[in-house]
């Protein structure tokens, strides 16, 4: 039995393809791993609040010599930090908004990246405390990002996310993207069934 932490991050109900395929493939691995327990965060439903200077000094300073005020500061933080760490696998879905993570995901990777829980810093050094996990992104894009497209090297959606999550230790990623689902329908449907055939082999290959 495995701990499945489950994130979707579109500010889109409904209508948001990046959470369709994720439940998609939640279903799937449910159907043939039923004993996994999963914990899921919507963060349309419950937004993280960005990190403000309070916050940052509260970050920084040692678990002893917090006061009640920052660690009160920090409980919402703590609870993702905790949610993340106990999780064997992570399926996070992100759209991608303005060549990059939307900012409701970004202030989650914020609120997550935490010194002393996910990440050390010890004579200058920098290591990853969330080893062992495997990372699912299922990223959805409006357009293409393919060799000779004319947004070729724009993405910043891959890289930032690799690098949040890498930075944390985390070194087995999968990335799922739905591209072009914004250039019409025939487009759209070539991005969405590309990403469900690579998700379906998932559920028996992850
Ligand atoms: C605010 C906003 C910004 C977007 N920026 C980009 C972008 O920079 N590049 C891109 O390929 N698509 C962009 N899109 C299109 C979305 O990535 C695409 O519609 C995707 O399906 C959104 O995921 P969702 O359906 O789960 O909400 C943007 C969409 C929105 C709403």
Redo the contacts with the bound molecule.
């Keep these: 039995m495995a701990n499945i932490l489950h994130v979707d991050s579109?500010?889109?109900s409904e209508?948001?393809?990046?959470?369709?395929l994720a439940r998609e493939f939640m279903d799937a691995w449910l159907n043939s791993h039923p004993d996994d327990a999963v914990t899921y965060r919507d963060l349309r439903l419950t937004p993280v609040p960005h990190i403000t200077e309070e916050w940052i000094a509260a970050d920084f300073t040692p678990p002893e010599a917090l006061t009640g005020d920052m660690a009160e500061l920090l409980a919402f933080s703590d609870e993702l930090v905790n949610e993340f760490l106990a999780a064997d696998h992570c399926v996070f879905?992100v759209?991608?908004?303005?060549?990059?993570m939307?900012s409701n995901f970004k202030a989650y990777i914020d609120q997550v990246v935490r010194v002393g829980h996910t990440f050390l810093l010890e004579n200058g050094q920098f290591s990853g405390l969330a080893e062992g996990k495997k990372v699912l992104l299922i990223t959805?894009?409006?357009?293409e990002?393919g060799p000779g497209s004319p947004?070729e090297g724009?993405d910043c959606l891959e890289p930032g996310l690799r690098y949040a999550f890498r930075f944390m230790g985390v070194k087995d990623f999968q990335f799922i993207q739905?591209?072009g689902?914004?250039l019409g329908d025939d487009a759209e449907r070539r991005g969405l069934n590309t990403a469900q055939s690579r998700l379906r082999e998932l559920v028996s290959s992850w």
């Design positions: 579109s500010p889109r209508r948001s393809r990046s959470r369709r879905s759209p991608m908004h303005n060549f990059g939307p959805t894009r409006g357009v990002y947004f724009w739905a591209t689902l914004d």
